[in-house]
């Protein structure tokens, strides 16, 4: 049983819509990570976040301890924010060597 | 650019063969991880270093699998007796503190 759920899994955009990608998880984290995965397969890290909310650009994500859950939400979307974004956390129980635990991934398309 | 490479990029291999991948992180990073992804999946954890030190082993991670950081710098990920199962793509990541620098990844494929 994945430990991370993302939702959805697949998400087509028109460019310039607002877009949402979600994250629940099952238990206490030290942190939370956004990562964004393009086709040739690298990784890039978008957010570490522990609490409230981060802005970069054009993307925010916020985080929800109590609920654990958080969103991945991209303003004005364009053709090139187009990839695979992942959620990945820290659990509290995993100790000091902080090693992650993945969502599947949303795939998101924006078109022209 | 993260300043984390790995090499090969992309590797094909016959079953029953061995196969080496190697990391390189920068040098600020104290920890390295291994994971792995197959198609579709989210990556999953393999193994992870502290220094030179292998501190954490994932039951993914079989006795035909081996690391090593010798030095407490690049990392080689080995696989013996390469299987079909084993295709995915092998993702190393350094890390100084609580963040995780991602290297571009090496994708294997078993035939």
């Known amino acids: 049983k994945n430990e991370v759920e993302q939702s959805p899994q697949n998400l087509t955009a028109q460019e310039g819509e607002f877009i949402t990608i979600n994250c629940s998880y099952s238990?206490?984290?030290?942190?939370l990570h956004w990562l964004q995965q393009h086709p040739g397969g690298g990784i890039v890290s978008l957010f570490m976040l522990s609490s409230g909310k981060k802005k970069h650009g054009r993307l925010i994500a916020t985080i929800n301890i109590q609920e654990k859950h958080s969103s991945l939400h991209i303003t004005a979307s364009h053709p090139r924010d187009s990839a695979v974004y992942i959620c990945?956390?820290?659990?509290?129980?995993?100790?000091?060597?902080?090693?992650?635990?993945f969502g599947k991934g949303t795939k998101l398309s924006v078109k022209p | 650019d993260t300043g984390v490479s790995q090499n090969p990029r992309h590797k094909i291999t016959k079953r029953g063969q061995n196969v080496t991948f190697r990391c390189d992180p920068i040098s600020e990073h104290n920890r390295l991880y291994w994971y792995r992804q197959t198609l579709g999946q989210g990556p999953e954890f393999l193994t992870y270093f502290q220094n030179e030190a292998q501190l954490e082993k994932s039951r993914l991670l079989s006795d035909r699998f081996s690391a090593e950081r010798p030095k407490g710098s690049f990392s080689t990920l080995e696989i013996q007796r390469t299987e079909q199962g084993d295709s995915a793509m092998y993702l190393c990541a350094g890390s100084d503190s609580a963040d995780q620098y991602f290297g571009p990844g090496t994708r294997l494929l078993v035939l």
């Open positions: 238990v206490g984290i030290s942190a």
């Open positions: 990945a956390v820290r659990f509290f129980y995993g100790g000091s060597q902080g090693n992650l635990i």
